[in-house]
Protein backbone atom coordinates (compact mmCIF):
# COMPACT_ATOMS: atom_id res chain seq x y z
CA UNK A 1 0.00 0.00 0.00
CA UNK A 2 0.76 3.52 -0.69
CA UNK A 3 1.05 6.20 1.85
CA UNK A 4 -2.31 8.02 0.36
CA UNK A 5 -3.74 4.55 0.89
CA UNK A 6 -1.83 4.11 4.32
CA UNK A 7 -3.50 7.74 5.19
CA UNK A 8 -6.98 6.76 4.16
CA UNK A 9 -6.98 3.73 6.67
CA UNK A 10 -5.86 5.53 9.17
CA UNK A 11 -8.75 8.56 8.64
CA UNK A 12 -11.20 5.51 8.56
CA UNK A 13 -9.86 3.60 11.16
CA UNK A 14 -9.69 6.34 13.39
CA UNK A 15 -13.06 7.05 12.15
CA UNK A 16 -13.98 4.08 13.86
CA UNK A 17 -12.21 3.96 17.07
CA UNK A 18 -12.97 6.87 18.45
CA UNK A 19 -17.32 6.01 17.44
CA UNK A 20 -16.64 2.56 19.61
CA UNK A 21 -14.48 4.62 22.22
CA UNK A 22 -17.40 6.54 24.29
CA UNK A 23 -17.38 10.04 25.48
CA UNK A 24 -16.00 13.22 24.57
CA UNK A 25 -12.78 13.28 22.58
CA UNK A 26 -10.07 16.47 23.49
CA UNK A 27 -8.97 16.23 19.45
CA UNK A 28 -11.07 17.32 16.45
CA UNK A 29 -10.76 15.89 12.95
CA UNK A 30 -6.90 16.40 12.16
CA UNK A 31 -5.80 15.45 15.87
CA UNK A 32 -8.39 12.03 14.77
CA UNK A 33 -6.50 11.48 11.39
CA UNK A 34 -3.02 11.72 12.93
CA UNK A 35 -4.06 9.29 15.94
CA UNK A 36 -5.58 6.58 13.06
CA UNK A 37 -2.70 7.37 10.56
CA UNK A 38 -0.66 6.88 13.48
CA UNK A 39 -2.60 3.80 14.75
CA UNK A 40 -2.22 2.18 11.63
CA UNK A 41 1.47 2.14 11.69
CA UNK A 42 1.27 1.01 15.37
CA UNK A 43 -1.17 -1.45 14.73
CA UNK A 44 0.33 -2.78 11.56
CA UNK A 45 4.14 -2.82 13.33
CA UNK A 46 2.97 -4.55 16.39
CA UNK A 47 0.51 -7.42 14.34
CA UNK A 48 3.52 -8.25 12.37
CA UNK A 49 6.17 -8.60 15.23
CA UNK A 50 4.02 -10.27 18.34
CA UNK A 51 1.23 -11.60 16.56
CA UNK A 52 3.60 -13.26 13.67
CA UNK A 53 1.13 -12.01 11.25
CA UNK A 54 2.04 -9.49 8.60
CA UNK A 55 0.18 -6.41 7.02
CA UNK A 56 -0.97 -7.11 3.21
CA UNK A 57 -0.41 -5.26 0.98
CA UNK A 58 -3.97 -5.67 0.00
CA UNK A 59 -6.35 -2.17 1.32
CA UNK A 60 -9.51 -4.43 1.78
CA UNK A 61 -7.52 -6.75 3.79
CA UNK A 62 -9.91 -7.42 7.20
CA UNK A 63 -6.74 -8.28 9.30
CA UNK A 64 -5.24 -4.96 8.53
CA UNK A 65 -7.79 -3.32 8.86
CA UNK A 66 -8.70 -4.94 12.30
CA UNK A 67 -4.52 -4.40 12.93
CA UNK A 68 -5.72 -0.55 12.19
CA UNK A 69 -8.69 0.32 13.92
CA UNK A 70 -6.70 -1.67 17.24
CA UNK A 71 -3.93 0.64 16.70
CA UNK A 72 -6.00 3.16 16.70
CA UNK A 73 -7.81 2.64 19.70
CA UNK A 74 -4.82 2.11 22.05
CA UNK A 75 -3.45 5.41 21.00
CA UNK A 76 -6.78 7.01 21.81
CA UNK A 77 -6.81 5.33 24.99
CA UNK A 78 -3.39 6.22 25.71
CA UNK A 79 -4.16 10.00 24.51
CA UNK A 80 -7.07 9.74 27.33
CA UNK A 81 -4.96 8.60 29.95
CA UNK A 82 -2.13 11.28 29.12
CA UNK A 83 -4.72 14.00 28.67
CA UNK A 84 -7.72 13.64 30.30
CA UNK A 85 -11.32 13.63 27.72
CA UNK A 86 -11.80 17.21 27.84
CA UNK A 87 -11.47 19.59 25.38
CA UNK A 88 -9.63 23.01 26.58
Known amino acids: MGIISWIILGLLAGAVAKTLL ?3 HPVGLIGTT ?3 VAG ?3 GGWLSAHFLDRPVERDFFDP ?3 G ?3 AG ?3 LLIGQRIVFGTTRE
Open 34 to 36: LIG
Open 72 to 74: SLV
Open 63 to 65: YTW
Open 67 to 69: AAV
Open 40 to 42: AFV
Open 22 to 24: PGR
